[in-house]
């Protein structure tokens, strides 16, 4: 008796290919709507770019003006037709103590980095951007004030350079 209770509840009924058969038209179903967001978020993404046509891609062009913004000992300032140094200017009105360090940072919003990252004719790329110059002594920040970065890349040289202007020149 007990051996006949137990076939009863492990039967198997054999409904169970018309529910396999919902399952793989519902996995096939979302395969296809992802491919399809994916192709769409990939045309419509704002950084995507031409690099054969501009010789870097606008993401790495964007990233290496960030850094070059962050090197303050190479980053220089455009002055009446010269260039200076952002840290000798910054030492003529007050020279720096030992352990101070310059930062100029980017204050655009990434929506808006991309959106002022333009094309130059015959390849290339250019961004001009606010940057923030400040002196970090200890815990202590200086705002010195904010300067536009100009931020260009060459297609025929492969190279980036950055440089902050005053204003008015």
């Given at each position: 008796?007990l051996?006949?209770?137990?076939?009863?509840?492990?039967?198997?009924?054999?409904?169970?290919?018309?529910?396999?058969?919902?399952?793989?038209?519902?996995?096939?179903?979302?395969?296809?709507?992802?491919?399809?967001?994916?192709?769409?978020?990939?045309r419509?993404?704002?950084?995507?770019s031409d690099?054969d046509?501009?010789?870097?891609?606008?993401?790495?062009?964007?990233?290496?003006?960030?850094?070059?913004?962050?090197?303050t000992?190479?980053?220089?300032?455009?002055?009446?037709?010269?260039?200076?140094?952002l840290?000798t200017?910054?030492?003529?009105?007050?020279?720096?103590?030992a352990g101070?360090?310059?930062?100029?940072?980017?204050?655009?919003?990434?929506?808006?980095?991309?959106?002022?990252?333009?094309?130059?004719?015959?390849?290339?790329?250019?961004l001009?951007?606010?940057a923030?110059?400040?002196?970090?002594s200890g815990?202590?920040v200086?705002?010195?004030?904010?300067?536009?970065?100009?931020?260009?890349?060459?297609?025929?040289?492969?190279?980036?350079?950055?440089?902050?202007?005053?204003?008015?020149q």
């Amino acid at each position: 008796m007990l051996r006949g209770d137990m076939s009863e509840h492990t039967k198997t009924t054999g409904h169970g290919g018309a529910g396999r058969a919902l399952l793989w038209v519902a996995i096939l179903l979302s395969v296809t709507l992802l491919g399809f967001v994916t192709a769409t978020a990939v045309r419509n993404n704002p950084i995507y770019s031409d690099r054969d046509a501009n010789g870097i891609s606008k993401y790495k062009f964007i990233e290496a003006c960030k850094e070059l913004s962050h090197d303050t000992e190479e980053l220089t300032v455009g002055a009446a037709g010269q260039s200076i140094p952002l840290k000798t200017l910054i030492e003529q009105s007050a020279p720096l103590k030992a352990g101070d360090s310059i930062h100029a940072d980017l204050e655009a919003e990434p929506v808006e980095i991309v959106e002022a990252t333009q094309t130059i004719e015959g390849g290339g790329w250019s961004l001009t951007a606010p940057a923030t110059v400040s002196v970090h002594s200890g815990g202590r920040v200086n705002t010195l004030g904010q300067l536009p970065l100009q931020c260009t890349h060459d297609r025929e040289t492969g190279k980036t350079t950055a440089q902050l202007s005053l204003p008015g020149q």
